[in-house]
């Protein structure tokens, strides 16, 4: 079994190297539906998996002098706040078995909705464009805080999920920054984003009990390989291919586990 853990590391992050998207949307589902996690703990593991696996591919990034560092901040000043808040909510609020349902539940809407956000990425950035060239005073003054509430709606999501810092991140950033957001950039920046907001999260997941240390450990060993191999790749990958195979797939889980 720790094999196969390992092999689904190598995997998924390969693809997180790559695109930037697909770390927790495909893991977290994958450890609930392949190897029988409780939603909980698949979300806690994965978070942590996350982190992890995304300073690897953050650090390769940065090197190349590829992060929005302004906008990485203000992302941040809602997402972290977001994250603890929404911590707080978790520990507090209803029994085991309405925060295991309410997390199934969840984690099958954000993946279809991550799906769906990967396929009209092109479309929100096409109308982000339109608005800023447009009005481009009135959507400069907004943009500030709009990304910080972009920010705090990923911090929400992605603690009660593990998903979306990804493939939702992007299109986020896509129509917040049309003109600013190169493909390098903005796979840059939201995944740097993805770990400082993961590694929150997944404290306090930890400190929930949430988190199986040695699941986490096998996950690394083929992630941090693949991530590094993916984001090596990144720069050359077939993006009309590998971004629909992914959504099919995800809408397909995505049913499956609210179905569950």
Known sequence: ?????AAAGLGVGFLVGLTGVGGGALMTPLLV???GQAPAV??????????????AGGGLHHGRGNVDWQVLRRLC????????LT??????AGGPQVKEGLILNALGAMI?????AMLLRKQVQALGRSLRLGAAERFKHWQPALTVAAGAILGVLVTLTSVGAGALGAVMLSYLYPLRMTPRRLVATDLVHAVPLTMVAGSGHLWMGHVD???????LIGSIPGVLLGAHFSDRAPERFVRPAIAVVLVAVGFKLVAA
């Not at 911590?87 to 507090?92: E, I, P, Q, R, Y």
């Not at 240390?213 to 996950?219: K, M, Q, T």
Request: net charge neutral; charged share 10%; hydrophobic share 70%.
């Open 77 to 84: 000043l809602g997402s972290l706040p977001a994250a603890v």
């Open 213 to 219: 240390g040695g699941l986490l450990a096998a996950l």
């Open 42 to 55: 698949a979300v806690g593991t994965d978070l942590w998996f996350a982190a992890i696996t995304k300073i």
């Open 112 to 116: 279809v909705l991550t799906a769906l």
């Open 1 to 5: 079994m720790d094999f196969a853990h």
């Open 87 to 92: 911590l707080v909510w978790l520990k507090f």
């Open 33 to 35: 539906l392949v190897f």
